[in-house]
């Protein structure tokens, strides 16, 4: 659980952190200089959050791969990115709420606007606007870093109180309901450290987002 504190402020900016690497890297296919700049860092041997999270471990023990001491295939990551998020023809891992809920009959159209609804009640507008629909991944996670980066930024105790209370029902009645079965896909069809490591981050973040108090 996390206990939101003045003094463990820094871990909202932590999950921020990480969830815009995500969120960009499957909104868009990273650039080989960006890989190897990864690597030849090492960041991911000092992620800045820890968690006993299940996922977050296994997000950990992928990523760590990422380093400077091995190889990374370029190749690979292009591939799994056209393959999981259909570059390439059928996706193996769409990114969309829609397909995941569609058993719940909620259409695509319905599924964009009900987000979108939430996205108006905060003045909020995506930066892929009109060419990213809204029920992508990489979308909803931009609006939970906005809530995350509000959120971090509060000093009113009962503000901070109502706001960790639209986070936590945005990723309970969104994001938790549809983002474990898009990683069982991705887990089942990636190759590359990366995309796994990418899949376990989310879901771990998420998870333990949803404990905030």
């Known amino acids: 659980m996390i206990e939101f504190d003045d003094q463990n402020n820094d871990i909202l900016k ?44 296994l997000a950990s023990s992928f990523l760590n791969n990422i380093n400077s001491d091995k190889r990374v295939d370029y190749t690979q990551i292009q591939k799994d990115h056209l393959d999981l998020f259909g570059g390439s023809g059928e996706s193996k891992a769409p990114p969309y709420e829609s397909v995941y809920r569609s058993a719940e009959h909620l259409l695509y159209q319905e599924q964009t606007l009900q987000v979108r609804h939430i996205y108006e009640t905060y003045g909020w507008k995506s930066t892929y606007n009109g060419t ?32 960790t209370k639209d986070l936590r029902k945005f990723i309970s009645d969104h994001l938790i309901k549809w983002v474990p079965q898009w990683n069982r896909d991705l887990q089942k069809n990636a190759t590359s450290n990366l995309y796994k490591g990418i899949g376990y981050l989310v879901v771990g973040s998420i998870e333990d987002l949803l404990t905030i108090t």
């Open 14 to 57: 932590g999950y921020s952190m990480l969830l815009s690497f995500s969120g960009s890297f499957i909104l868009n296919q990273p650039q080989q200089i960006c890989i190897n700049d990864l690597a030849g860092s090492n960041i991911f041997r000092n992620l800045p959050v820890k968690s006993d999270n299940p996922s977050f471990i």
């Open 132 to 163: 990213v629909p809204d029920d992508h991944i990489g979308i909803e996670l931009q609006f939970l870093i906005l809530l995350l980066d509000k959120l971090h930024k509060l000093d009113d105790s009962i503000c901070r109180v109502e706001l």
